[in-house]
């Protein structure tokens, strides 16, 4: 069996400088380290918590495989501290967290959550999902928390070319069972795909600068759109919670737009953009953009999707690294034309 390969020592290493922390694996994707941490940690009977609006790759393994294997799994409000404190069990052995959410970029307090979870259940890991941020913008191992896993496929590379995650911990013990795990899963990435993430974290932190700045002026652009009835990113809400302030150095590329049409309009707006392409993936130097309801987050079921405010005519947009005038441009003129379409269509 494949254990290790040449190009993945470097790699964690540079990752674990980045992260500030002692150890790092490397894996093929992002979902395979989601897989590792579940599979190492997981046995039968088990509890996992998670925050409601949660990668929905994620949700998915949860309301399939792993409820297969008899454990159980709780979606709350993670922003809700006393639900948080009330979901909490004896059996719960993972607090997995996303923080902001994607897509609807809600930000939910670590430190918080880490001092609940702690002073209820020892044995309980605080896992989050880092990949919509990054270590540079946001480092919940120094906020307490036992894991962090990433999909490298996002803002790492950031050259929409290969697929990678990676889990982050300064725990040994952990550290230890996680690699066992990876190794009896074969869950090894090839050198090519190692050497491409090094190309990419080489510019990390200057692409994400450009991101936040590229994604403040489209964010103005759409605050003051006719077409546009809200919009949620986290340079939105960052600012007057100190937990928050605290927590994150920074915004990303990533922008929400709730329409203001049907979602006719919404899938009209799409087909009539030309610069910016469609595409499920994120956080790579060009721009994408899509639906979730109907694209990403298509197998969560309805309810779920309204519950958290995931309405068809949601729109998530992943700015990239383009003159931010060309998108804006690319955007008013896609509106343009699908309200043409939404008035023909009403005549
Ligand atoms: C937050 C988050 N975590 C994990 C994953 C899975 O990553 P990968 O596509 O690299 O398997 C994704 C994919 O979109 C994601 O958005």
Redesign the pocket.
């Known amino acids: 069996m494949k254990q290790l390969n040449i190009g993945t020592y470097p790699l964690e290493e540079s990752l674990a400088t980045l992260e500030n922390a002692k150890h790092v694996l490397a894996t093929p994707?992002?979902?395979t380290a989601?897989q590792t941490v579940f599979q190492t940690f997981l046995t039968p009977g088990d509890h996992i918590l998670v925050n409601e609006d949660m990668?929905s790759?994620?949700l998915k393994l949860l309301r399939t495989l792993y409820v297969d294997m008899n454990i159980s799994c709780d979606k709350i409000d993670m922003s809700d501290l006393e639900a948080v404190e009330k979901s909490i069990t004896s059996k719960t052995r993972i607090v997995l967290l996303?923080s902001p959410s994607?897509p609807m970029m809600r930000i939910y307090d670590f430190a918080s959550i880490v001092r609940i979870t702690r002073k209820l259940n020892q044995d309980t890991l605080i896992v989050v999902?880092n990949?919509?941020m990054t270590s540079v913008l946001q480092n919940p191992l120094e906020l307490g928390t036992d894991i962090v896993l990433y999909?490298l496929?996002?803002y790492q590379n950031g050259h929409q070319d290969i697929?990678m995650?990676s889990i982050v911990t300064n725990d040994s013990d952990i550290f230890e069972k996680l690699k066992i795990t990876r190794h009896w899963n074969g869950f090894i990435p090839s050198q090519w795909d190692c050497s491409m993430v090094e190309r990419g974290l080489k510019t990390l932190r200057i692409r994400l600068t450009k991101h936040e700045s590229n994604a403040k002026k489209v964010i103005d652009f759409l605050k003051v759109s006719p077409f546009v009835e809200q919009v949620f990113s986290v340079g939105l809400q960052s600012t007057d919670e100190s937990w928050a302030a605290r927590q994150m150095n920074g915004s990303n590329g990533m922008v929400s737009f709730r329409l203001n049409g049907d979602s006719e309009f919404a899938i009209n707006f799409l087909k009539k953009l030309k610069i910016i392409m469609v595409g499920e993936?994120y956080a790579g130097f060009e721009s994408l953009i899509c639906i979730p309801a109907v694209m990403t987050h298509h197998n969560v079921p309805k309810e779920d999707r309204l519950h958290v405010g995931m309405t068809d005519n949601l729109i998530r947009l992943s700015v990239g690294l383009e003159d931010p005038e060309d998108l804006i441009v690319d955007m008013n003129r896609a509106f343009i034309l699908a309200n043409q379409e939404s008035v023909r269509r009403q005549e």
Do not use: H, L
């Open positions: 994707s992002g979902m989601i990668y790759g994620t996303e994607n999902d990949t919509i999909s496929t996002k697929f995650g993936s």
